[in-house]
C-alpha cells in the first residue's frame, strides 16, 4: 500500500511511518493533530517522509483502504493536519465543492456570491477596480512622460 503514495521513501514501514508521523507532530485543543513538515510555514500542507504530503501518508498508515486515483480531504479544513478522524477520500470535483471559502476578500472587502453557481466569486470586485484604476493611473503617467520627452 506505501509504494502507492506518490514522494515516499521506500525506507519506510508501516509501522516506522506511523512512528515517524507521531514523532513530528503534536495535539490541538481543537482536536487536530498537527504535522510539522519540512520548512517553517504554518497552516499550509506539509511534506515529509522523502517527498510524500504528511495527510497522504497519516490516511494511509492510520485510515487504510488508500485509492490513488482520489484526493485526501480535510473535514476540518486545517491543512496541515493528520488527525485521522479529520481524513477522508473524494473524487477531484467533490474535493473542490467541499473546500472552505473565506466570507472576505484578502483586503477585508465582503465578497460577492456568484448568482451562476451559488459560491463566492474568485475575484473580489472592489480589488479588481482598485487594481484597474492603479493601472490606468500609471499607464496615463507613462504616456504623460513619454509625450513631455518627445521632439519632433
Known amino acids: ?41 504554518r497552516g499550509a500542507h506539509q511534506k515529509l517522509a522523502g517527498r510524500a504530503w504528511a495527510h497522504i501518508a497519516a490516511y494511509v498508515v492510520f485510515v487504510g483502504g488508500y485509492r490513488p486515483d482520489l484526493e485526501v480531504h480535510h473535514d476540518c479544513g486545517v491543512p496541515d493536519c493528520i488527525e485521522p478522524s479529520h481524513l477522508r ?3 477531484h470535483a467533490d ?32 480589488c479588481n477596480g482598485d487594481a484597474q484604476r492603479r493601472w490606468r493611473e500609471r499607464r496615463a503617467a507613462e504616456v504623460a512622460a513619454a509625450r513631455a520627452g518627445y521632439r519632433p
Open 1 to 41: 500500500m506505501l509504494s502507492q503514495v506518490t514522494g515516499l521513501s521506500r525506507h519506510f514501514t508501516e509501522e516506522s511511518l506511523r512512528a515517524y508521523l507521531l514523532a513530528r507532530s503534536q495535539r490541538l485543543p481543537s482536536g487536530c493533530l498537527v504535522v510539522r513538515g519540512y520548512g517553517d510555514r
Open 89 to 91: 477520500q473524494l473524487s
Open 95 to 126: 474535493n473542490c465543492r467541499e473546500r472552505h471559502q473565506r466570507p472576505t476578500c484578502r483586503n477585508g472587502h465582503d465578497r460577492e456570491v456568484d448568482p451562476a453557481t451559488g459560491r463566492f466569486r474568485k475575484v473580489c470586485r472592489r
